[in-house]
């Protein structure tokens, strides 16, 4: 395996993720790079995107086969601390080799709850640390000190005696990598930036710069807030100070915003000063408090169809200060190896309808239907994965659009943020807030495929929002050109998924992954790549709850899709 420098890379026999590269329109900033090679990577990128697997009806509940059960997950802590000392066996039999020491150490089994001053508080005992990536979701990190001989001793100590982090013990070893790779000043280890780069994994809810500014203002002074959603949601914080961003790198990194949702991972930014145009919940310089968009041009404006702006919307979308949360007692920010005040106020989540002033709406609107191949069950296909639906109604005055009734205010603004503007059927569709707050279903007429223009989702198991543990195990994703698919019998191979495709008049997969399961499990899942984003949402849309029938089964196989993490195989 290489060691060429990589923020991300695994070490041998561990994990791997394909490299990404996220681009803004000023800066292109170099994400983690990492190797896509393992099993167990696979693996942990299964749990983490399927929402949790519903048995079907006369299957038997098996919890072993269910993925990130306590029993798999010491299983693999179990294997990796003991290829760590050289001991080891990798499931082909082979020996474990040792790792070549590097002042790079890879920790593993950290709670939850860690952020990273956790690890530089437990971790400094042994040498001056330069650099920290958490991996939140792995609850993993790489910790970079000054010298090799910091990270022999961190490695050593770790082997002899348990080491706690935030309460927990966890476990060490060699990275593959000789050094971590920063955005900003790659030769000069312990140089830092101003701005940071925070990505927020799993938004549950609305990110906008008032949340942030109310989550980082406590710890420095922001100077500006960029947003934006190219990849996911992330945004750069700019500070007025290089130590005001390294404490609240610090204290912040690998938080949740809110509980179990919206956590970050920090890194710093490649630009030393933010450029903002306009204030508003994407952007904010708060040195210019009444910055406002730039008029473009004199001319005669061309005549809007629908207006200024959704009626659903205030002019400026901004309403009242949102109250806030005072921190709990036991919150990951208090922490004392930092300069951090005892308490960090943040704010309640809020959809985006609510900052207008106008009454929040758990109904959303779509236009932009194709007539012929969308109705309400490939609408509810597509939808689900950002909340749960309850009735979908297509609506006769207005051909090609459709109201859709999702379980809360939130769900609907994750529709939106992830799916306004995409493609679907070669149509573009348009997703905002609908003014209505209910969907009747009246005036219910038969959709071109021979459908109901209306039909009720609401007692349907293929939601999947439905409890607080199946919701906790979605990851909001937008989506890609990888699909992640679970729930399906063993028997099904490449070649069947691939003649399902056919059989629809879908375009078919380009490279597919099937994951290892334990032979006791009764599902399979695996990822799908497709040529386009567009395809892999046709497919979704189509494909998505499928009913898989297998000789001699005595109920159908429920095939689930969402859309994967990785941007390619």
Not at 367 to 393: A, D, Q, T, W
Not at 404 to 409: F, Q, S
Not at 498 to 518: I, N, Q, S, W, Y
Not at 524 to 553: C, M, W
Request: one cysteine or more.
């Amino acid at each position: 395996m290489s060691t060429a420098e990589g923020a991300g890379q695994r070490e041998e026999g561990e994990y791997g993720r394909a490299a990404k590269r996220l681009k803004t329109e000023d800066t292109e900033t170099e994400t983690e790079t990492e190797e896509t090679e393992e099993r167990e990577e696979r693996e942990e990128r299964e749990e983490r995107e399927e929402g949790e697997e519903e048995l079907e009806e006369g299957e038997d509940s098996d919890s072993g086969s269910l993925p990130g059960n306590g029993e798999a997950a010491t299983d693999n802590r179990a294997r990796w601390s003991a290829s760590q000392f050289g001991a080891g066996r990798r499931d082909n039999g082979e020996d474990s080799h040792r790792i070549s020491p590097s002042p790079v150490v890879h920790v593993r089994g950290l709670c939850e709850a860690v952020v990273e001053a956790d690890l530089i508080d437990a971790l400094d005992k042994f040498g001056s640390i330069c650099y920290v990536m958490m991996m939140p979701f792995k609850r993993q990190a790489l910790v970079e000190f000054s010298a090799v001989e910091s990270a022999d001793r961190c490695v050593s100590c770790g082997a002899k005696e348990p080491v706690y982090i935030a309460g927990q013990q966890a476990y060490f070893n060699y990275s593959t990598s000789k050094r971590i790779t920063r955005p900003t000043n790659a030769d000069n280890p312990n140089s830092g930036n101003k701005v940071l780069l925070l990505s927020i994994q799993n938004p549950l809810y609305p990110i906008t710069t008032d949340v942030l500014y109310t989550v980082c203002n406590p710890i420095g002074s922001v100077l500006r807030i960029v947003i934006f959603k190219r990849n996911g949601i992330q945004a750069m914080v700019e500070f007025d100070s290089v130590q005001c961003a390294q404490k609240a790198k610090a204290a912040l990194n690998g938080a949740d915003i809110y509980a179990g949702c919206c956590t970050l991972k920090i890194e710093y930014a490649r630009p030393t000063r933010l450029n903002v145009i306009k204030n508003d919940n994407e952007s904010w310089d708060y040195t210019k408090p009444y910055l406002v968009r730039r008029d473009r041009g004199k001319g005669r404006q061309r005549q809007a169809i629908l207006g200024e702006h959704p009626s659903s919307y205030s002019d400026n979308g901004y309403g009242p200060p949102c109250p806030l949360l005072p921190l709990p007692s036991n919150s990951r920010y208090k922490l004392t190896s930092v300069d951090v005040p005892d308490m960090v106020s943040y704010p309640l989540p809020q959809s985006s309808s609510s900052y207008s002033g106008h009454a929040p709406s758990s109904v959303a609107m779509v236009s932009g239907l194709h007539p012929s191949k969308m109705n309400c069950i490939r609408i509810f296909n597509l939808f689900c994965l950002y909340g749960n639906i309850e009735k979908v109604k297509f609506m006769k005055s207005v051909p090609g659009t459709a109201l859709v009734e999702m379980g809360d205010e939130y769900a609907v603004d994750r529709a939106i943020t992830h799916l306004n503007s995409i493609k679907v059927f070669g149509k573009r569709l348009n997703v905002c807030v609908s003014k209505q707050h209910a969907v009747i279903p009246s005036q219910v007429f038969e959709l071109e495929d021979g459908s109901s223009s209306y039909k009720d989702f609401a007692m349907t198991r293929n939601n999947r929002f439905s409890s607080a543990g199946q919701a906790s195990k979605n990851i909001i994703q937008p989506p890609s050109a990888v699909l992640h698919y679970y729930n399906v019998p063993p028997c099904i191979s490449q070649d069947h998924l691939l003649r399902l495709c056919t059989e629809h008049d879908v375009p078919g997969f380009v490279k597919f992954k099937m994951f290892d399961a334990k032979p006791s499990s009764k599902t399979i899942s695996g990822l799908l790549e497709f040529d386009s984003k567009t395809e892999a949402v046709e497919v979704l849309t189509v494909l998505n709850h499928y009913q898989i029938r297998i000789p001699n089964g005595s109920n159908p196989y429920t095939l689930k899709l969402c859309f994967s993490t990785s941007s390619h195989l």
